[in-house]
């Protein structure tokens, strides 16, 4: 599931391939993939129009055009991806975007359980972010713990909650944990202020990592890097790791690292 570094990468290769170029043409291969707006509307909001410019909010991506702003969601499967306009067409290309230049965006998703909005204005686009908590690379400490705090549930479902944190995902959110030596399931209200402390500097030095790779990356060092393991071992201590589900999620951690009562 594409995470925060995921859509930042998405971010960057958007503004590559088509930031400040015109778009010439939308092709609508899979309407089930907007929401909100037609084919037709799409097509003639955004045809003669320049992207302007690229923001991303949490896992949600915007690309302004000095009128309708186009938003993606990538939900479990979606990316996004720059070609030429006679590249061959693959099966989840389900919006593509021909850009000045002769190059071509393509909005691909397997899945198609998010996609595309087209807001008219900024009112619009602040209504659809409004139940999104601040984004996780841009939150000040005061603020992430405060959230933490007045919370009841699981840290890790508070982490992956967009409404509190935008842009934590499953990988994010078990790899964040384990480096702060806390277990998943501790309750988000218990943490000691050290807890929140370390976890916040855990989860910036994860993101910019993680960013710089353009997603959470399997590394060695990384629980990422062995959750997949056939009899997965803690990459720090060498113990087995422990699996479950926690509000539908796979969930990952050592016992050992993360021990009761953390």
Same mark, same amino acid.
């Given at each position: 599931?594409?995470?925060?570094?995921?859509?930042?990468?998405?971010?960057?290769?958007?503004?590559?391939?088509?930031?400040?170029?015109?778009?010439?043409?939308?092709?609508?291969?899979?309407?089930?993939?907007?929401?909100?707006?037609?084919?037709?509307?799409?097509?003639?909001?955004?045809?003669?129009?320049?992207?302007?410019?690229?923001?991303?909010?949490?896992?949600?991506?915007?690309?302004?055009?000095?009128?309708?702003?186009?938003?993606?969601?990538?939900?479990?499967?979606?990316?996004?991806?720059?070609?030429?306009?006679?590249?061959?067409?693959?099966?989840?290309?389900?919006?593509?975007?021909?850009?000045?230049?002769?190059?071509?965006?393509?909005?691909? &998703? #397997?899945?198609? %359980?998010? /996609? $595309?909005?087209?807001?008219?204005? *900024?009112?619009?686009?602040? =209504?659809?972010?409004? @139940?999104?908590?601040?984004?996780?690379?841009?939150?000040?400490?005061?603020?992430?713990?405060?959230?933490?705090?007045?919370?009841?549930?699981?840290?890790?479902?508070?982490?992956? &909650? #967009?409404?509190? %944190?935008? /842009? $934590?995902?499953?990988?994010?959110? *078990?790899?964040?944990?384990? =480096?702060?030596?806390? @277990?998943?399931?501790?309750?988000?209200?218990?943490?000691?202020?050290?807890?929140?402390?370390?976890?916040?500097?855990?989860?910036?030095?994860?993101?910019?990592?993680?960013?710089?790779?353009?997603?959470?990356?399997?590394?060695?060092?990384?629980?990422?890097?062995?959750?997949?393991?056939?009899?997965?071992?803690?990459?720090?201590?060498?113990?087995?790791?422990?699996?479950?589900?926690?509000?539908?999620?796979?969930?990952?951690?050592?016992?050992?690292?993360?021990?009761?009562?953390?």
């Amino acid at each position: 599931m594409p995470e925060l570094p995921d859509v930042e990468g998405f971010r960057k290769v958007l503004e590559s391939c088509a930031k400040g170029r015109v778009v010439r043409r939308v092709d609508v291969r899979d309407t089930g993939v907007l929401h909100g707006v037609s084919a037709r509307r799409l097509r003639d909001a955004l045809e003669g129009r320049r992207f302007t410019g690229t923001e991303r909010h949490g896992k949600w991506l915007l690309a302004r055009t000095g009128g309708p702003t186009l938003m993606l969601h990538f939900g479990m499967t979606g990316r996004l991806v720059c070609a030429r306009p006679d590249d061959a067409v693959e099966a989840h290309d389900r919006v593509l975007f021909t850009v000045s230049g002769e190059r071509q965006l393509r909005y691909r &998703d #397997q899945r198609k %359980l998010q /996609g $595309l909005w087209l807001p008219d204005d *900024d009112f619009e686009v602040a =209504r659809m972010l409004d @139940r999104q908590g601040p984004d996780a690379m841009a939150v000040e400490r005061a603020d992430f713990e405060a959230a933490l705090s007045s919370r009841r549930g699981s840290v890790k479902t508070v982490l992956t &909650d #967009q409404t509190v %944190l935008a /842009g $934590l995902g499953n990988l994010l959110a *078990d790899e964040v944990l384990w =480096r702060a030596r806390l @277990r998943p399931g501790s309750r988000a209200g218990d943490l000691t202020e050290a807890d929140r402390r370390r976890l916040y500097t855990q989860m910036r030095r994860t993101l910019r990592s993680a960013v710089a790779a353009g997603c959470v990356p399997p590394r060695d060092s990384w629980l990422t890097g062995h959750r997949d393991d056939p009899a997965p071992t803690c990459p720090r201590c060498g113990d087995p790791l422990r699996r479950t589900r926690m509000a539908g999620r796979s969930t990952v951690w050592c016992p050992r690292c993360q021990p009761d009562g953390s």
